[in-house]
């Protein structure tokens, strides 16, 4: 209940301290989990800090030192445990803490579950799709390196990368790969890599281990993180059966710090044998092209037309006077034909002509008019007549016909 005061009335501290602990009295006893840090004992007691491993909570905690050393295996830094606390609060020095009931660690199978409700929590969210990985740059400029404190895993990607290809350029972040400040030190050297324009390519390292030692690996904030990169991020965790988180939202997972050299990194041997062999086949394609083409050349310079020039001009010549001679024999004979056929056709004329009738004796009598007289019946007497012989005409009046005619 809240208790109404003012400047006037104000409560004394003493008060409010015993309401504040009434209010957390009432929250009862409550099974939480978390990870352990900051451990230490003094006398009876001994004293944590129980870490939320997903956010940056952590509570203060006490617990008697008999309710610690029945939990079996008995927790260390860095252990994941399940506690039966209650809330204390001290009201003569206003500090909050939880007091340890019971204590259980975490087990591997439990651990296990754990991992997969979270893996499938983030594969729902699509965080592993393969639509979302980035392809490795060829030859990267400057490789990102996130691994522990002159670990093996860090030598064996140096030495291997530079082996294979000697000019290659490393910015290495050295951070804890295990136990409760793992998490945040690899999350923040991941961050700092990525806001890096120089580094092309980021990768994780770490040697093989327990499944709590790599549970870092597996923890939501640092798989939230890698899957925010902008740079391409590559997996080199524990050894090819181990398979932390990180793995399947990498872009890139390589089986050991080795193999993730090898990815990272081309071979200068193998470029340069590839480089020979693409110029090998590069000059054999041109000299097969420039084959076909002096082959094809060569049979078009030994065509007729092209061997002798002035043969194909003469050819053609002698073919363009062939046709013209063709030509005017045809036209002659043409003309001869039409010649014959008019001569046939004059003497028809001539035969048929009434003047050709007239040249053999015979004379026309025709009227004034130019009607041609056909009967003697026709004529009156004394009527003016025409005769046509073939050379002139002659003008005559008839007279009475003749009776013995």
Known sequence: MTSKTSPESPLPIRTVLQMVGGWIGRLGTVWVEGEITELSARGGTVFLTLRDPVANVSARVTAPRGVYEATVPRPSNGSRVVMHVKPDFWVNRGSFAFTALEMRPVGVGEMLVRLERLRQLLAAEGLFNADRKRRLPFLPGT?????????????????????????????????????????????????????????????????????????????????????????????????????????????????????????????VGEQLTLIRQLRDRGRRVLSGWLDREMSWLTSVRSRPSLADPVRELERRAEQAEALRDRARRALSGSLDRAEDDLAHLRARLVALSPAATLERGYAIVQHPSGEVVRLARDVKPGSRLTIRLSDDRLHVRTEEPDATD
Do not use: M
């Open 143 to 267: 490789i990102g390196l996130i691994c522990g404190r002159e670990s093996a895993a860090e030598r064996d990607v140096l030495e291997n990368s530079r082996r294979r290809w000697p000019a290659v350029k490393f910015k290495v972040e050295e951070v804890a790969v295990q136990g409760p400040y793992a998490v945040g030190e690899v999350t923040e050297a991941l961050r700092k890599l990525d806001a890096d324009p120089a580094v092309e390519v980021i990768v994780i390292a770490r040697g093989g281990g327990s499944l709590e030692d790599l549970l870092p690996f597996s923890d939501e904030t640092l798989v939230r993180a890698v899957a925010a990169c902008r740079t391409p991020v590559v997996s080199a965790i524990g050894h090819e059966q181990d398979s932390p988180l990180l793995d399947l939202v990498a872009d890139v997972r390589a089986s050991t710090p080795t193999d993730a050299a090898k990815k990272v990194v081309p071979d």
